[in-house]
């Protein structure tokens, strides 16, 4: 057995939370790479919302779920996830994904900010099916990173306990700012 590093325990803990027919969100698309894991999951009667604000972003993304033929239940949309209530409206949401900091890829200037970062989660929240999971991968080794990593640590630390599990997973003995995965799973009367 090996400890898994924060993204493979993400893929652990979405897999264990996502089932086909779901709704899920992709809060930050990237190469793509969440969004197909997170399709190939819902399968063709669920569906994947991703969030990216760089064109390039999105075309890598769209390029993958096509290149996979996921695309059939996948939106991709060019917009920031601060704005994920107009998409999803009273949907129930059982996973949401956002991988924090900058696209390594891409343009290292745009980085996610905890204001937008948290106005999703907190929407998110409220369309979270009992059981569901809101996971956070923070990177925070750029200008900027400490202070996303702070507010959302905060922000995740505060969240009743009666609602809401809520798990740090971190290697504590690594250099470099290893990434720190938050996992926000809504409770049910028995969890
Ligand atoms: C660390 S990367 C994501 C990597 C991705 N999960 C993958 O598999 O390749 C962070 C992404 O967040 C995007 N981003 C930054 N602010 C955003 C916002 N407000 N809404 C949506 N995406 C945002 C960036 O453009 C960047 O592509």
């Known amino acids: 057995m090996k400890l898994q590093s924060a993204l493979n325990f993400s893929h652990t803990l979405l897999k264990k939370a996502v089932n ?14 969440d969004t197909l894991f997170l399709a190939q999951l819902v399968g063709q009667k ?14 890598a993304t769209n390029h993958r779920i096509n290149e996979n033929e996921v695309q059939h239940q996948c ?15 009273d949907q129930p ?19 996610t ?12 929240l409220n369309n979270l099916t009992p059981n569901g999971i809101i996971i956070l991968v923070l990177y925070y080794g750029h200008p ?3 202070e996303e990593k ?9 969240l009743d306990q009666h609602q809401y599990n809520v798990l740090k997973y ?22």
């Open 20 to 33: 086909p027919g779901d709704n899920v969100i992709d809060g930050t698309a990237g190469l793509g790479h």
């Open 46 to 59: 669920g569906k994947v919302f991703s969030f990216d604000i760089q064109q390039s972003a999105i075309d």
């Open 75 to 89: 939106e991709v949309i060019h917009d920031g996830h601060e704005n994920v209530k107009r998409y999803i409206n």
């Open 93 to 111: 949401i059982s996973a949401a994904i956002f991988n924090l900091g900058y696209l390594p890829t891409g343009n290292k200037t745009i980085i």
């Open 113 to 124: 900010k905890p204001a937008t970062t948290l106005k999703a989660v907190s929407a998110i």
């Open 144 to 146: 900027g990173g400490k």
């Open 150 to 158: 702070n507010q959302v640590l905060d922000f995740a630390g505060n």
């Open 170 to 191: 971190q290697f504590i003995n690594q250099i470099n700012d290893p990434p720190i995965l938050i996992a926000i799973q809504k409770r049910t009367k028995s969890s």
